[in-house]
């Protein structure tokens, strides 16, 4: 079956620096999303991974290792308004994204 | 960026109701709209896909009768809920692809349905 995981929850120091990871086993693969969704809203689009290595975008990274399985979302400088999930959904072959469960993330003083 | 647009944002309705909730998109295109349900403190759960001019992907256990599905122009689809329940309460998103290639998934505010 298809299967993505990632932690359930993490708690982080404000300036501070968290990664989070996500491994996946689907059919095929089409790329890696990162979302954050804040509650009660939809999820926002943080990056978007289909070939290996690291990608930046401002105080988010996103990395992939295709060959592992792996994907990881590196936040920097952390501030109290990245408290939120984050979801890692992975594209299989068919092009339908695979939701991981999330990550909830809390950002202490 | 690409906006998707989900209206309307909140709806109470009485059991037994319909209830329609469109999703646009406002400046891009979407050949293809996902719907999906949120229950709370879960992950999204995909409903169905939605192609324009034809019939809705409907996924294993997403009763399509009760969740009908119209995507009648590149920019407009429509989820309505059937003679809906309390336990169809929930939190509905809808999201379009501006392109394939890209892979981007834009996502539209949200409708939270409450069922009494």
């Known amino acids: 079956g298809q299967n993505i995981d990632q932690p359930t929850e993490m708690t982080a120091t404000e300036g501070a620096i968290v990664q989070i990871n996500c491994t996946y086993q689907t059919s095929g693969f089409n790329g890696l999303f990162w979302y954050q969704q804040h509650a009660g809203e939809a999820p926002t689009f943080l990056s978007y991974?289909?070939l290996d290595g690291l990608e930046e975008k401002g105080r988010f990274s996103s990395f992939l290792s295709r060959s592992k399985g792996y994907s990881y979302l590196l936040l920097k400088e952390l501030q109290m308004k990245d408290s939120a999930s984050y979801l890692c959904?992975?594209?299989?072959?068919?092009?339908?994204?695979?939701w991981g469960a999330g990550t909830k993330l809390i950002i202490k003083p | 960026g690409a906006v998707v647009s989900q209206h309307p944002s909140w709806v109470i309705c009485k059991s037994g109701t319909s209830v329609k909730i469109e999703c646009r998109s406002l400046d891009f295109q979407a050949t293809t709209m996902f719907w999906y349900r949120q229950f709370p403190k879960q992950s999204l759960m995909l409903m169905a896909t939605s192609n324009e001019g034809s019939k809705a992907t409907y996924e294993q256990g997403v009763e399509k009768d009760k969740f009908l599905i119209n995507h009648a122009s590149l920019t407009l689809s429509t989820l309505t809920v059937t003679s809906a329940h309390p336990e169809d309460s929930s939190f509905y998103i809808c999201s379009a692809s501006s392109g394939r290639d890209t892979g981007e998934l834009f996502f539209g505010e949200g409708s939270r349905l409450t069922v009494l």
């Open positions: 991974n289909v």
């Open positions: 959904a992975v594209m299989d072959s068919n092009y339908q994204l695979i």
